[in-house]
């Protein structure tokens, strides 16, 4: 169930044209804009899923209410079909939306540029790094944080300096999963910054619509998803992935 | 892809009056079963049952939904399935060998590729469609004709030229002499319509038909060219259709008088 398809793939794909597909100029493009976008959410994710990561190991000591309340609103983005998490960042930052018209007091208009992908990418993302990150934290040994505290170090210096070492494996393979989440993203993009190539027309974007006029062109950008998916995946060694789903 | 599919190209399955047309029907034939010969018009027993999946071109979304109501009534056993998506993307589905029994496209490109891939045979045009320059309700940004598209500082939406709307846009631009800056090229009619509809987008090319469709949100710009530029629409049963005659009545019934006449009614020029 997993792998056929995408080996049903692989097999179509007219590997002899590949080489001459995959220079082409819209393909280049979309694959730039794929990586520098991903690259750039990614990043995001890392400075505020840190801290909400925090937040959420923390959160065992709250009412049920409020915690319940939290890890929902994380876990929202995850399970909302993504088009969906598109028209809801229309409708804030839309023309009409809520902060849309203060944003356009200073100039600023969202929607359909390059930042639009990454907030895109950032809002589907995001949850990836903070469970990656969350699972980790929760299993530290809290006694160095403490050791730390009696030496006079403050709470955030303790974080940094020994709680983030600790965890890091598993904030490097939330950054992979939160990378390759980015890459493939789609509904939420073209519903919220639209499709023009070279401004928002990414990989997942330009294959769906080569796939309206020319399959092979689908294929060749499909294999380019797969191959940059697999590569970072590979990069992430073994052990660090059981930190991410168990512990 | 599936899920990308799935999220653009709106399946639309209303729950049918079938039951109360069939319950209707039993009643007819209790009452006609104590002697008279048979109930006359669309109580006759029909030839036809199952349900007929039809692929067609977004523009048609609101036309035939409710023709599909009217062939629903009008054939109880019968249940309508509309999948509706930009043409070409239906067209490649189809020549993948998704299951469908009659495919409505938006131009004679796309019907091309189906009928060469062997998929359908013999379409027939059953409408026409131009486009309209459209601009949200108020038109905010003062647009007055198809130069305007060229004006860098406007947001505006065109249909990618791989899918009709996009195609035909293409054309009326050229003819125009208008280079356009677009901010987005979509994949189909209304994914643009929506946009401009929302206030993101200042001006678009989009079919009359679409104009009409959305109502009191947007306003169209009489484009003088438009009318050079004509979209004609094709339908044709799939040569593998599992449900062949349930498949030409409704192919029937869209390019007969109550299918002209609705398709009229929504904007359509006559095929």
């Keep these: ?247 | 892809m599936a899920r990308s599919t799935s999220s653009h190209g709106r399946a639309a399955v209303r729950p049918a009056p079938t039951l109360l047309g069939a319950s209707l029907l039993v009643a007819l034939a209790g009452c006609a079963g104590s002697g008279a010969a048979e109930a006359p018009g669309s109580a006759e027993p029909d030839a036809i049952t199952g349900t007929v999946t039809v692929f067609a071109a977004a523009s048609l979304t609101g036309t035939f939904d409710s023709l599909a109501t009217e062939f629903e009534s009008e054939h109880p056993g019968v249940r309508v399935v509309l999948d509706y998506g930009g043409s070409s993307g239906l067209a490649a589905q189809l020549v993948e060998g998704a299951p469908a029994d009659v495919f409505a496209s938006a131009n004679e490109a796309t019907m091309t590729t189906v009928v060469d891939a062997g998929v359908v045979a013999d379409p027939q045009p059953f409408a026409t469609n131009v486009l309209q320059l459209v601009v949200p309700a108020g038109n905010p940004a003062g647009v007055t004709g198809l130069a305007d598209l060229a004006r860098p500082e406007l947001v505006v939406a065109l249909c990618d030229p791989a899918v009709p709307c996009g195609a035909a846009a293409s054309s009326l631009l050229e003819l125009a002499g208008v280079v356009a800056v677009p901010d987005t090229l979509e994949q189909d009619v209304k994914a643009v319509v929506t946009k401009v509809a929302l206030g993101e987008v200042d001006a678009a090319l989009v079919y009359t038909t679409d104009t009409i469709a959305a109502g009191d949100a947007v306003e169209a710009i009489p484009v003088p060219e438009a009318d050079a530029v004509v979209n004609r629409y094709l339908i044709a049963r799939l040569v593998d259709s599992a449900n062949a005659p349930a498949a030409d009545a409704w192919v029937a019934w869209v390019t007969g008088t109550h299918g002209r006449d609705a398709l009229r009614r929504a904007g359509f020029g006559a095929p």
């Design chain 1, 1 to 247: 169930m997993l792998v056929v398809p995408l080996a049903a793939l692989v097999a179509r794909v007219p590997w002899p044209e590949l080489p001459a597909l995959l220079a082409s100029q819209p393909v280049l493009e979309a694959l730039w804009l794929s990586l520098a976008t991903a690259a750039a959410s990614t990043a995001i994710c890392l400075v505020l899923g840190i801290p909400m990561a925090a937040l959420l190991a923390e959160a065992d000591s709250w009412p049920a209410v409020p915690r319940r309340l939290l890890r929902t609103a994380v876990t929202i983005p995850l399970v909302l079909p993504p088009v969906i998490g598109g028209i809801a960042l229309l409708m804030l930052f839309g023309r009409r939306g809520i902060l849309g018209p203060a944003l356009g007091a200073f100039g600023v208009s969202l929607p359909f540029t390059t930042p639009a992908v990454v907030v895109a990418q950032t809002f589907v993302a995001l949850p990836f790094l903070v469970f990656a990150v969350e699972g980790a934290l929760r299993s530290t040994d809290r006694r160095f944080e403490a050791a730390a505290a009696t030496l006079g170090a403050g709470r955030v210096r303790t974080f940094v300096a020994v709680t983030l070492p600790a965890v890091a494996p598993a904030v490097a393979a939330g950054a992979v999963l939160c990378f390759t989440r980015a890459l493939g993203e789609f509904g939420a993009t073209i519903t919220f910054a639209g499709s023009l190539p070279g401004v928002t027309r990414t990989l997942p974007i330009a294959s769906y619509l080569a796939l309206q006029s020319d399959p092979a062109d689908a294929l060749a950008l499909a294999v380019i998803i797969l191959a940059v998916s697999i590569a970072v995946l590979l990069l992430l060694r073994d052990r660090w992935l059981p930190g991410v789903v168990a512990r």
